[in-house]
């Protein structure tokens, strides 16, 4: 008895995710674990294992059964139908590309990244532009490939590796609205700030061992599991690992708390997601993460809507009290709550608030257009950084660290990543609000501690879907409606002007 | 122009380096760091990765290559045809087993792993006897196929895993000649001790984190470079990583600060011997260690030889003091040294003193052979081990947490690995002493922590020769003869009857 097309593919499919997910944890660890002197050798396991599984998918044999198994799909379930068009989608991007050129971009990615770390603190842009030019020039090769190969434009093909099928006709006038609408909104809310108490941060210090004892018992409230994941510390905070162990970093601010909880319970959003995605359907593609915004609407879901939210503060505030030794009226629910809502333009994305965070992403997206393009060198790139900074914040960043040094993405090769940031924000909200629709106990049980209702409701929605549909398709099937930038606006204004 | 056979030989075992060291990190993490729920998903990664080794070994493709190569191997040079020997060897070893039987040793040595970790600390043997079964029988299925293929026994074809060419005829006149020897010799040094002052551990706490810092000192001292490599906390300590990224672990115990500290050294001997694997050579064959017994020698010798010496405790004394703050004649050399050359005779391994060791390795070496030979059966295994102590120490251990459950080897598969802890006993005596009469200069330079002198011979003689020569070669080469249980007598005799 010989296997069907579709059996053969599933195997050869896993093969693939269990190196994929190999080199996440090599990479979990190169973040978060390794030292220095250990660069090259990763950088040389990594490039192989990314290698072997661009071969996988890119054999003249895959192509062969994913046209005899599409041939035969009729005798497929709707989950397996939806597995092999994902399957046909990895098969478009790995063979629009030679071998060579994914090793190239593995190795050079890491090669540029590790400079990026030494040149980011010391605001070296020049240090590392030579490594990035480097890259970029292969990323470039990799987009034009993949724009033919997929039939979009350069830079959509890069975009939709993170988030398949978000094109420019979606993406722009999404980022229209939103630049038309956040300035005015912006000053609004400023005006309307001024003339109200500030939050004020509780005196420190607060010792990191302290923080991470508080960031453990939150991310426990909010259901992630120790016992299938780990919280770390590393530069620059992310999710990886796999849905049975699932690692998180942070870093600590030894003067501010409420920085780093924030930043677990966003990442512990990216982790739970992981965790909940469909155990039927582990290490084949439409078990997977649908996709970057998706991801980071779960992310955003957590931080922004319900754990900077009146009741969340509410069930922080004694927690923190406790394990952080603090009393006294900067530790109440109010004080801690008008922290978490300050708006306040800055150079850094990562700190920004959410409503100058669009801002943020939109200067990045026209600006890795531009260089995808190539209308801008990276000559120029510093100087259109700063120029575009200007014309949307009013400001200049002193430096390249506070400016186009900030950020991993373009130097470990991230380019068309971005956009999926601001795209998740507006799921978000809208996933936020059908949540609660269909279960109004949610905000009353988050100022319990308890996630359970709102976790359940994302689990049967979102987390269990897998790939199954497209983001698409996901959030109208989830919230009645298509995606609606109105309801991320409306967020804003009751949250900012109304609250 | 095409490369020759040797050529593409290299560049195909390279790449199957490339993914042992990604699974060696991938281990590590698993024994330092993964939280258990992880372990369904790491096995697989690590089953994956070592098929995927096994097939580039094993392809029909690389036998041809190795004909053609060996037919030109008159135009290589001497490190060239080291590398292709090795290559062959590597190819014996890989094809006389098929593909299925690497994947399912793989998955049921990390599942037994799993269940052994549970089963030691409750000291319940049952426990894991099934998977130990199902383990042990896909060993023996190993062991006779490539007995075959090597045409060694098949106990011998485990050991030469680990150690080429560690034949019985080789082991067992070793073991004979110490197990004539050590009986009588531990009576006299129990005599001769009880007579005398005993050593006395300092009173604690020991916090883990100073013993941290105390142990880092001393392998910065020893030559450890923290840019190529990490000191982190498991429960069975090891080596692994890379050269350039060297991950060694320990255990604390916060009443007794001088076990760990031997622990790290040890380990730290591990790592230097790695660190100093030839650059030249690095991702082939013959850039790895030599095998077993020459790295379990280069712990040894820092652990047991250089740094148990009256020397060496000059050194250690101030920086504990400095670090533990301690002070008062608990704390001075001459105790600290009559801790780290007591006797006694005990029922855990790794808790043994060089005396007492090699009757562990004998224990478990009988016992091992017999359930390769199916002479012994795993209900019968706990048994036989009390049996086996009772007949070389006079006592029965309590349990089966300090008797059969207390060594992961079995129950990782590791079945052949214990009798190079006592060849390597042997070789670190004869290099260590090799290596002060060459350099007369070492033993006043490790009074001042100067381990620059013993390490300098060490990389010439042994580290960087890689896989070069035999290890009867090796040792020949470094010590001017042959491999000679007579130095490590005279040794034993030295520290503990006339010093």
Redesign the interface.
Known sequence: MSDSAYDRLEARFR?RE??A???G??HW?MSA??????A???A??LA??DL?GHELVAAPETGDLLEQAEAEAAGLDGWQRANLREMRRDWRHATALEGSLVEALSRAGRRCEMAWRAARPAGDYEAVRPLLAELLSLVRRKAEAKAESLGLSPYEALVDEYEAGLTLDRIDPLFDDLAGFLPDFLGGVLERQAGRPQGELPPGPFPAARQKRLAERLMAAVGF??????LDTSAHPFCG?????VRITTRYDESDFASAMMGVLHETGHALYERGLPAAWR?QPVGRARGMALHESQSLLMEMQACRSREFAGFLAPLAREELGGSGPLWEPDNLLRLYHRVEPGFIRVEADEVTYPAHVILRYRLERALIADDLSLEELPGAWNEGFRQLFGSVPPDDRLGCLQDIHWYDGGFGYFPTYTVGAVIAAQLFEAARRDRPEIPAAIGQGDFAPLLGWLREKVHGQGSRWSTTELVEQATGRPLDPAVFKAHLKARYLDD
């Open positions: 093969r269990v190196l997910e190999a080199g944890l090599l660890d674990m390794m030292p220095a002197g250990g090259a050798a990763r040389e396991q192989t294992l072997l599991e120790f016992d299938h994941g780990r690992g796999v849905p049975e162990d290490l």
